[in-house]
């Protein structure tokens, strides 16, 4: 198959083209919305959904699922918020909070794949001492008085009006895709996916692979609550909140299946926007944001839906060929059909 | 037969009851229990009043009630995300249905049943007939009938955040009522769902085939087991627990609001696994959960009143006794340690043999 061809057969291109679709509907009943700010804006305001749901596609790739990454973004965004507040050199901020991500990801990865614990369960034990800690941490008060430049770096536009972070968690989930598919360790995890036994009897270290896995979700969600200290510059004890569920939400709207080894981290990041768009859309189309949480749910369910049905139909279709194909290749027929 | 076959028996029956499905794991529950009973107890000794657990139980009821349910959905080998916005969904029709559209308050608790039901039935027949993930539906789930629940609410002359109030008085009887003027009603309620539950899943054909389509769905089906059904009569059966929970609540707190239950599902999955069910399926007891439950619930009351922990940080213990629990399990099911374990029996037997 021809490299263009492989593109627009891909999955992540169909949540593309869905996200094109969404833009342009909004377009049509508001032609207000097709401008070069709005459209930037709804990429701008997906940071940190991209973020989390490029390290969540390593855990839903490896064929496991980690719902703490909600709170490890808040963790580490309680934690960085509090050092950058109280005066602390910012780049030892990061360090922290990077660590907090690090950490997670370790122990995350220890109980999932060297105890062999069912990963949602496992992480939502970690997800629970997460919370707590997070309450330790900021308590009934709130991380508010965080420093302006601090907050106007979420501001400062790159190319175009496209923000900083959002050009380095493209930058960042480009590369990762590279790394993924073209190099032999980025093609592990697919690999452990799809067939953990058969990964593990060509050689590959199973084990190790998903533990990396882990670690890349936890950092990359820590590295996440950093942005959204800054972009939202207050955290409290229920920040991040809920971000696990849209994170995995993202996921599946950017084709990624969740019984692993299937999906790229482009299509988290497509997923990624259009569910940060979503609200920003609706303001758009004249309905109020109470129908935010029903939209989602409608547009999820559809999409696995009508992905389920038609995997099946081509299951059925593939099926038909083959048969035909076997039929045919023997004369009489008999001797195709034993094989 | 001599005499002594009686004996054998019995000792073969205590031994297949040890060596049972469940019961070694619902031992350990039990102890559990009665361990959080005893530190609480001698911490603090209003622990052991039963009034004020029976006021706490109101806290804790919810969790209990549905994670009962859920644990059908998760012997088939499923998962339910979507519970606590069903909570909310029906107290907010309750709501709605009893003060906008002027119905009877029971028609408007019944009605809010049927929609449970059919939300229930929706994702139920998406995971059950067209083979999408159970996780993926109920995450959709939990953001549509969430989403639902906040339509239904604007629907209301009351503002939504304030929660509709002023329930008959019947209705809020409901958790009023004192059986022998000391058993609260909605313990009631509990005990008889934990009834119907364990006879439903143990001692029913329909249990023993959720148990089927749980170990292996293609031998369900090809023993003639509708194994479609069945998978979607659990999610019916878990949102249709969840709506009697959101019934208890709304009467409890004499306000229908769209956003109850909100925080539950981390708690009642941790229920569920804490009480023995396999999240890939085929293996859990009604038992189980419920004391699971009763032991978080407890975990909840008793950590305030006795430590002074403030209820925000409650997540710590839970989280920690979910995580010590299972890598616990998984340590225990490791052959070594198992080999090590029948090491250390032989050499005992040994040496008491010696002796």
Not at chain 2, 105 to 115: C, D, E, M, P, S
Request: hydrophobic share 50%.
């Amino acid at each position: 198959m021809s490299a263009v061809k492989k593109f627009f057969k891909a999955r992540e291109f169909t949540s593309f083209l869905f996200l094109v679709g969404l833009f342009l509907i909004v377009g049509v009943i508001n032609p207000g919305f097709l401008t070069l700010d709005n459209i930037s804006a709804c990429f701008n305001s997906s940071v940190v959904y991209t973020l989390i749901a490029v390290g969540m596609a390593f855990a839903i790739f490896i064929g496991e699922i980690d719902v703490s990454v909600g709170s490890t973004m808040g963790l580490s965004a309680a934690v960085a918020g509090t050092m950058i507040q109280n005066g602390s050199n910012w780049l030892l901020a990061f360090l922290v909070a990077i660590l907090i991500g690090v950490v997670v990801g370790l122990v995350n990865g220890w109980g999932v794949a060297v105890m062999k614990i069912p990963s949602l369960i496992f992480t939502l034990g970690t997800n629970g001492i997460l919370r707590g800690l997070m309450y330790l941490q900021v308590g009934v008060e709130q991380v508010n008085s965080l420093p302006k430049e601090f907050k106007d770096v979420s501001s400062m536009t790159l190319i175009g009006s496209f923000t900083i972070y959002y050009c380095c968690a493209v930058a960042l989930t480009v590369g990762i895709h590279f790394l993924l598919t073209r190099t032999k360790r980025g093609r592990w995890f697919i690999a452990v996916g799809d067939n953990a036994g058969g990964a593990e009897l060509v050689g590959i270290p199973a084990t190790r692979t998903k533990v990396m896995a882990y670690l890349i979700c936890g950092v990359l969600s820590a590295a996440a609550g950093i942005i959204f200290a800054s972009r939202i510059g207050i955290v409290t004890s229920l920040s991040g909140n809920g971000y696990e569920m849209k994170a995995v939400a993202a996921c599946v709207l950017g084709g990624i299946s969740l019984s692993g080894g299937v999906g790229s981290v482009i299509g988290a990041g497509i997923g990624a926007v259009i569910m940060a768009s979503i609200s920003y859309l609706l303001v758009f189309m004249g309905f109020s944001s109470n129908y935010d949480n029903a939209i989602t749910g409608v547009i999820l369910i559809t999409i696995v839906v009508v992905d389920a049905l038609m995997q099946r139909r081509a299951a059925v279709n593939n099926r038909h060929a083959r048969l035909a194909a076997r039929t045919s290749a023997a004369p009489g027929g008999k001797e195709g059909l034993e094989q | 037969m001599s005499e002594k076959s009686p004996k054998l028996g019995g000792q073969s029956g205590l031994r297949r009851l040890w060596n049972g499905p469940n019961f070694r794991w619902n031992f350990f529950l039990l102890i559990l229990l009665a361990g959080e009973c005893a530190v609480f107890g001698a911490a603090n000794e209003k622990f052991l009043s039963l009034t004020r657990v029976f006021t706490a139980a109101n806290d804790f009821l919810p969790i209990c009630m549905i994670s009962i349910f859920v644990t059908f959905v998760m012997i088939t080998g499923g998962i339910d995300i979507q519970v606590s916005s069903i909570v909310g969904l029906t107290s907010i029709v309750i709501g709605v249905a009893w003060q906008d559209f002027g119905l009877n308050i029971w028609a408007a608790v019944a009605l809010a049943v049927v929609v449970a039901a059919l939300c229930g039935a929706l994702s139920g027949f998406f995971i059950a007939y067209c083979g999408v993930q159970a996780m993926v539906v109920t995450l959709g789930g939990s953001f549509l009938y969430t989403g639902l629940a906040l339509l239904v609410s604007t629907l209301s002359s009351t503002e939504a955040y304030k929660g509709i109030s002023g329930f008959p008085d019947s209705f809020k009887a409901l958790t009023k009522i004192k059986l022998f003027d000391f058993i609260p009603l909605q313990i009631v309620i509990f005990l008889a769902m934990v009834v119907v539950a364990h006879l439903l899943l143990h001692c029913t054909k329909y249990g023993r085939k959720i148990y089927l389509v749980g170990v292996n769905p293609s031998a369900a089906e090809y023993s003639g087991v509708n194994s479609r059904l069945v998978i979607m009569s659990t999610y019916i059966l878990s949102a249709v627990s969840a709506a009697i929970a959101g019934i208890i609540m709304t009467s409890y707190l004499g306000t229908a609001k769209s956003d109850l239950g909100g925080s539950l599902t981390m708690n009642i999955i941790t229920a569920c696994v804490l009480g023995g069910t396999l999240s890939t399926g085929g293996k859990g007891s009604v038992l189980g959960t419920a004391m699971a439950a009763l032991a978080i619930g407890l975990l909840r009351f008793g950590m305030p009143l006795c430590f002074k922990i403030q209820a925000q940080y409650l997540d710590i213990p839970v989280g920690v006794l979910l995580v010590v629990v299972v890598v616990g399990r998984a340590v225990a099911s490791n052959p070594n340690v198992i080999a090590w374990f029948g090491r250390l029996r032989g050499r005992g037997k040994e040496s008491r043999i010696g002796a």
